[in-house]
């Protein structure tokens, strides 16, 4: 697994799109700002792929967040779900 390089912090806001075809809300559209980050995302050959974790702490997340950090394996990233009020 290949890592991804990320030059500077950013913060992107976006929404999940509701696919009618699955009747689910399972779409995530990455902003043009975050494919500007990491060119890679615009190579149609390379399968990217992702991992959501949920942790029933955070406690748990600390962990595995100190697990990451020293293993250098991945680029770290913050995906926070909520919904619009």
């Known amino acids: ?3 991804l390089k990320l030059v500077d ?16 809300y399972n779409t995530i559209r990455l902003p043009r700002k975050l494919i500007e980050q990491f060119p890679e995302l615009k ?4 399968r990217i792929s992702f991992k959501i974790r949920f942790y029933k ?9 100190w697990e990451k ?3 250098k394996d991945q680029t770290p990233l913050l995906l926070e779900v909520y919904i619009d009020k």
């Open 57 to 65: 702490d955070y406690g748990d997340l600390k962990r595995h967040v």
């Open 9 to 24: 912090k950013i913060e992107i806001s976006g929404r999940v799109g509701y696919h009618e075809g699955a009747r689910a």
């Open 1 to 3: 697994m290949a890592n």
């Open 43 to 46: 190579d149609k050959s390379l």
């Open 69 to 71: 950090e020293y293993s």
